[in-house]
């Protein structure tokens, strides 16, 4: 079998997103699968994250105050759109909207809840416990600062404090695994700080 390893790095928005949600490495790919990669990648031009939370001002309040993200406009989607469209079962949706970097290929994260809909929380022991998305990475200039900002604003830190990917190199790119406010898995990757 040929393995000689070639790398496909799936990100969110254009250029190199804050974002990104995984690096998967694949047997060499074919001409064909080259082909089909460039025309996927000039169809889509970035991607949003929708995340239900149980209270929204708290999530917003969270993303915005610990992980640097900044409140841009957000819209509403009636009820009869949603049911039509198959996102939800008829309940209207209110989204607020958070952007981290600036420009087109910004991430965006796509707040909102649907209390009537009493949706049950995810049960995300760890990234594999469940099917689906399981956890945003965040890329930080200083990891230190930004596990202590996220304990402050609610978040849980469920690493072995912040964890050197590199254990020669202490002070050299690290790993910090938090939950926030509903649970939901953070991933931080950055200096030590």
Known sequence: ????????????GAGLSPLLVGLVWWGAPSATTVQDDAAATSEFSRASIGVV??????????YTKALGFKEVPG????????????????HALTVRVLMLGEGDGAT?????????????????DFVHSQLGLSY???????????????????????????????????????LSVLRDPDGNIVELVGPRG
């Open 53 to 62: 939370v149980s209270d929204v001002a708290r999530s917003v309040d969270f």
């Open 1 to 12: 079998m040929n393995c000689r390893p070639s790398r496909f790095l799936l990100n969110l």
């Open 136 to 174: 945003i990475t965040l890329h930080v200039k200083n990891s230190r600062g930004a596990v202590s900002r996220l304990k402050k604003a609610g978040g849980t830190l469920i690493s072995k404090g912040i964890v050197p990917i590199d254990p020669s190199n202490p002070e050299g790119v690290c």
């Open 75 to 90: 819209f509403s989607v009636p009820g009869e759109f949603c049911r039509k469209a198959g996102l939800t079962d008829g």
């Open 108 to 124: 965006r994260l796509k707040l909102m809840n649907v209390p009537k809909a009493g949706p049950a929380p995810a049960k995300l």
